[in-house]
């Protein structure tokens, strides 16, 4: 066994010093090239010209942003709710087409979200001149996030149709546990699959966003601030998880790995 470990050991270091070297070259010649953009005063040329595309899109970004990815949301609910209602109660090719229409809803009304924070994020950084002022863009936030919450709600009504062994509402604080104990073996098992590649997916991101920052910062003086706020939530990820993997290694004597 030791043997084969070092083997596999001798096998990948090769490859992963490549990688370093690579990944500190480029962020050698990106630093370089920050601190010159920094030194010509560049940066802040562009910073302003983001900013002022910023103030003068971010009175539509919610409205057209809430039409655009609600409506898509709105529009794969009643293709899944057009095959329910014509299901027969036996093709499971068709329902199955209807549950993922609804994953796919359910995505749109996601991406409506994050659109939804960060127009008003633009709206407290950049103060731009929104219709009624800020009272009226904190009020299309605030609608906006309303037409999300009834939306997914009656996806989740829709999904506790087909599926009336599904528990939970999403009014309750309480939803996504009790919709994971009423899902069946693998159903959760897919879940932990998807939320595995979604954790390794959030860790690689705060990677990149750190090596970032770290060059941004010489072009644009980002401070300390947004580089801690990154490690906070990669600190989050990885805690969590080793937590959660040493827990549930003592309930089953079996572990679930902390890479």
Avoid at 110 to 122: C, E, G, K
Wanted: hydrophobic share 50%.
């Amino acid at each position: 066994m030791k043997t084969k470990q070092k083997s596999d050991n001798r096998k990948a270091l090769p490859k992963y010093i490549l990688m370093l070297l690579i990944a500190a070259l480029f962020g050698g010649l990106a630093g370089f090239g920050a601190g010159i953009m920094g030194a010509v005063n560049l940066s802040g040329s562009i910073k302003a010209a983001v900013e002022d595309v910023l103030t003068a899109a971010a009175p539509w970004g919610i409205p057209v942003t809430s039409v655009v990815f609600l409506g898509l949301g709105w529009w794969f609910y009643a293709k899944a709710r057009r095959i329910y209602q014509t299901w027969d109660g036996e093709d499971e090719e068709r329902i199955e087409k209807a549950e993922e229409d609804l994953s796919w809803a359910l995505l749109m009304s996601a991406v409506a979200m994050l659109w939804d924070f960060f127009f008003v994020s633009v709206l407290v950084v950049c103060e731009g001149n929104w219709p009624m002022g800020r009272l009226g863009g904190w009020g299309m936030f605030f609608v906006s996030i309303a037409a999300i919450v009834v939306h997914q709600q009656k996806v989740v009504d829709l999904t506790r149709r087909i599926n009336p062994e599904k528990q939970g509402s999403v009014y309750d604080t309480k939803f996504l546990k009790k919709w994971m104990d009423s899902c069946d073996e693998s159903e959760q098992r897919q879940m932990g699959q998807a939320a595995f590649k979604a954790y390794r997916a959030a860790v690689n991101t705060c990677l990149w966003m750190w090596a970032a920052l770290i060059v941004l910062h010489y072009a644009f003086d980002t401070g300390l601030l947004p580089i801690v706020m990154v490690l906070v939530i990669f600190g989050v990820l990885q805690i969590v998880y080793t937590l959660e993997c040493i827990r549930l290694s003592r309930s089953s004597q079996t572990g679930c790995g902390s890479l």
